[in-house]
């Protein structure tokens, strides 16, 4: 397969004035006549050049330019596309039309046009519309859009496309038509058509200026009342772009439709986003806390596209952080300021870690800017996406918020309209505020988690801190050049109180010390408050110096960072064979018990180290990960807090009761969070107390968190009062795809020796429609990437298990078989038996004779 490199960016040939597109639904036989203007390139020079077009798996029906048919065997096709040669183009400018017919009943892939439970939807980022019609499937190629659909009217009465609605009517033979018109130049990725049998839950929006804008949220007939969520955090953060950014909505019309087959979560197509329907309905019998959360903040990250990615796009696929990055900064600050801005960091680096660290420190690492790639859709990485966002917040931290959002008003004015590049972004910030930032730029060039280590000087009134880095080599990149890293820094004193206030320290160099004079006694420092850059902070600490940061620090983050490197430090203990000691849990126990702190937070300073983060933190001290051993400790480390704190736990839970009808809100739920943190502590004791409390809560639950959090104890548990459990769930939602999701994954992820034969027997149910993306990932992947126990089984039934299912998913929907194959990109982590069975695996994998690009891509890289 080819690569695709960065270096060899050429400006289009040919750009489009206009586009015309008319569709005449059909599943099998979809007719598609596109007309487009065509208009050479004024900033490519030389002779006239051929007119190439993308094009997959389409039927060429018939083609004219400016009129005049053209002989097929005037073009040249092959399996990417066709190509008019230049002398068979009338001037530098034209029009082409192209009849194509696709069939989108088969598409199975979820790319291009398809079919979801009857209703038609497309996925056109990042190179789905060359499935649609030919076309310079590149995102530089912008242009305007008008759309005409014609199809059933009973099977599709809803006709949905870009834009402002036009023209609508009826045809005959029951057919209808209507026409959309997007006034705003776009890249085909952005383009949508939706039709099927819809219904709308419907609002409105009057923006800053006074623009009135129609909401629609369109679902299937019966999940209407499972829209109100959607609706309200789009609202919010419509208002939120206006207030934080100055960026209004600007069409007459924004909708969202949710779907039941997806690749992904949502896709931003201007004025026409298109969801997940996980990520739509909610109600809250179906839904947790942490689905409404999230239901919020994917609304708000779509809606954000708008300016980051629509308006201004990317130039070319490398570009991809430009939008993806800088959105999902955005969506992260909006709900900072709507929730918790400390709660929602911590989730924030609890992800970043979980997915990009990981990633950063195997064999699929690259730079948040890639240089190559062979499979674009192997790229929408936790790189690209969340260490692409922690860039941004860096870039914020350096110039300040003033510099920040004068650097982002000049982008916004001066890149309207436009296909942008990292370094035109990175010269509004030099423009807007007069820092050089070209040392600054490596963050986006250079893959690899850097690693600082401190020493501390003290001589009786100045402290020195001296801060050094140092960027292992990654695949492709031996040699590392320093960073510059903000080191957001605090010092406290010996009685807890703020001596010195946090300070950006800048690290430039591979090593650099920073002096504080004039304090009164020695401090304890608090470095990489807020979690400023993304890096691991190797520090030593004696227990005593982490209590006390857990109970002083006021920096929230470093608190529950604190926490977290002290329950770190007690599991390589047990792992090595050594003892919990008694302060820890009474640290904790003094933690939970002030209620000054948010639930939220409390609840997170709870929770211990999951056991992928332990298996990196045994390889980042050079040994490698013994799976078992990690989940022994694990759970040795649960059942001792469960059992020294017993009594608190249950007393918090009772306290933290949330009474009332239930509310998604950041309130409640944090209530819930903590109660349900204690209930899982108090079930790692195994008292019987602990399995009536579980029980009776899943009996009397009112909402799915709590159910859903009762249930997963039990299951997790092997409790006697979970089979039971299980089959009154199963019996209540069956009628709900997405509930089942829960059903499934609340099995697939329970630590049992026997996991993998669970989950085996669980592909035969009725609830696991294979084919469905939520379903597959509902089951398999959360097995691979939760269930430690199940997945590193020592017998390698697990490893098993997810090959045969990947590799059965693969001919089917190659995206999202890549993506679940992540799975084993931490192989060479593990003791040289696992490393062998996994090994093992991958080959097995890549050597299937038919394995798709995007599959082979990602085991081949894997296996190094
Ligand atoms: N920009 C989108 C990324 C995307 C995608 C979404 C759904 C299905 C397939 C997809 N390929 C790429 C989503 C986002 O980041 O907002
Ligand atoms: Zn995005």
Request: aromatic residues 8%; hydrophobic residues 40%; glycine residues 8%.
């Amino acid at each position: 397969d080819r690569k695709i490199r960065l270096a060899d960016y050429r400006p289009p040939a040919w750009m489009i004035e206009q586009v015309r597109l008319d569709f005449d639904l059909a599943p099998r036989a979809t007719r598609v006549r596109a007309r487009i203007a065509f208009r050479r390139n004024s900033q490519a020079e030389g002779a006239r050049p051929d007119l190439r077009l993308d094009g997959r798996r389409l039927t060429f029906v018939g083609a004219s330019i400016d009129g005049a048919p053209l002989d097929q065997q005037a073009l040249s096709f092959d399996a990417e596309g066709l190509t008019v040669p230049a002398a068979a183009l009338p001037g530098d400018s034209f029009t082409w039309e192209c009849e194509t017919e696709i069939d989108p009943e088969t598409n199975t892939e979820l790319e291009g046009l398809y079919l979801s439970r009857n209703m038609f939807c497309t996925q056109c980022e990042a190179e789905g519309f060359r499935k649609i019609t030919y076309y310079p499937d590149r995102p530089d190629v912008m242009a305007p859009f008008t759309v005409r659909i014609e199809a059933a009217a009973a099977d599709y009465p809803v006709l949905l496309s870009n834009g402002n609605p036009g023209a609508t009517g009826g045809l005959p033979g029951g057919r209808h038509f209507a026409e959309w018109h997007d006034p705003h130049p776009k890249p085909a990725y952005l383009f949508a058509l939706v039709a099927g049998e819809l219904v709308a839950h419907e609002d409105r929006f009057t923006t800053a200026s006074g623009r009135e804008v129609e909401l629609r949220v369109w679902v299937r007939p019966g999940d209407e009342d499972k829209c109100a969520y959607a609706m309200d955090a789009l609202k919010r953060s419509m208002r939120w772009d206006e207030t934080a950014y100055g960026r209004e909505y600007d069409l007459d019309v924004f909708q969202i439709v949710a779907v039941d087959d997806f690749n992904m979560g949502a896709m931003e197509n201007k004025g026409l986003n298109i969801f997940n329907s996980k990520y739509v309905l909610a109600s809250p019998e179906t839904a947790t806390d942490a689905d409404y959360e999230r239901i919020e903040s994917i609304v708000a990250h779509e809606y954000f596209h708008n300016w980051t990615g629509n308006r201004i796009t990317c130039r070319d696929w490398f570009q991809l952080c430009l939008k993806e990055g800088l959105t999902v900064f955005r969506d992260q600050c909006f709900t900072g300021d709507e929730r918790s801005e400390p709660v929602k960091r911590i989730d924030d680096v609890k992800l970043l870690r979980a997915r990009q660290f990981r990633e950063d420190q195997g064999p699929l690492a690259h730079p948040v800017r890639p240089e190559e790639y062979i499979e674009i859709n192997n790229f929408y990485t936790a790189t690209v996406y969340e260490k692409g966002a922690e860039v941004i917040r860096m870039l914020r931290t350096l110039v300040g918020e003033d510099g920040y959002r004068k650097a982002l008003d000049l982008y916004f004015e001066r890149h309207d309209g436009e296909a942008c590049t990292i370094e035109q972004f990175r010269q509004c910030f030099e423009d807007a505020t007069g820092r050089d930032l070209s040392d600054f730029a490596r963050w986006w060039s250079q893959a690899g988690t850097p690693r600082l280590s401190m020493s501390e000087d003290w001589d009786g009134g100045t402290y020195t801190l001296t801060l050094r880095q140092q960027t292992p080599p990654t695949p492709g990149q031996d040699s590392k050049a320093p960073l510059v890293i903000p080191v957001a820094t605090g010092l406290i004193g010996p009685d807890g109180a703020e001596l010195v206030p946090t300070r950006v320290l800048e690290l430039r160099e591979a090593e650099q010390a920073f002096r504080f004079e004039g304090l009164p006694a020695r401090p304890v420092a608090s470095v990489l408050r807020g979690f400023s850059a993304p890096v691991t902070l190797e520090r030593q600490l004696d227990d005593a110096t982490r209590a006390f940061l857990l109970a002083h620090d006021i920096d929230p983050f470093n608190r529950w960072q604190a926490g977290r490197d002290y329950a770190v430090a007690i599991a390589l203990r047990l792992i090595a064979g050594g003892t919990i000691p008694n302060a820890w849990a009474e640290a904790l126990g003094r933690l939970l018990a002030d209620d000054s702190l948010d639930p939220a937070f409390r609840a997170l300073a709870l929770e211990l180290p999951g056991e992928d983060e332990m298996a990196g933190e045994v390889v980042t001290r050079g040994g490698l990960a013994d799976p078992d051993a990690i989940h022994e400790a694990l759970r040795a480390m649960r059942a001792h807090l469960g059992g020294a704190l017993g009594e608190a736990l249950a007393t918090l839970r009772a306290r933290m009761a949330v009474t009332g009808p239930y509310s998604p809100d950041a309130g409640a739920a944090g209530r819930r969070a903590l109660a349900n943190r204690c209930l899982a502590l108090m079930l790692a004791a195994d008292t019987p107390e602990a399995h009536r409390a579980a029980e009776a809560q899943f009996d009397a639950a009112d909402n799915m968190t709590d159910r859903i959090a009762a249930l997963a104890v039990l299951v997790h548990a092997d409790a006697p009062g979970a089979t039971p459990r299980l089959d009154a769930f199963l019996k209540a939602w069956e009628h709900d795809p997405l509930v089942l999701d829960k059903w499934l994954t609340v099995q697939a992820t329970a630590p049992l020796k026997d996991a993998a034969a669970r989950v085996e027997a669980l592909t035969g149910h009725s609830a696991f429609e294979w084919k469905n993306p939520n379903r597959f990932r509902a089951l398999i992947g959360s097995f691979a990437v939760g269930n430690a126990v199940g997945f590193h089984a020592a017998d390698g039934a697990g490893y098993r298990l997810v090959a045969d299912w990947l590799l059965r998913l693969d001919p089917v929907n190659p995206q999202t078989t890549a993506r679940v194959a992540g799975c084993f990109e931490t192989w060479r982590r593990y003791e040289p038996g696992r490393q062998a069975l996994m090994r093992a695996e991958l080959e097995r994998i890549a050597a299937a004779p038919a394995l798709s690009r995007n599959t082979r891509e990602i085991v081949e890289r894997i296996l190094g």
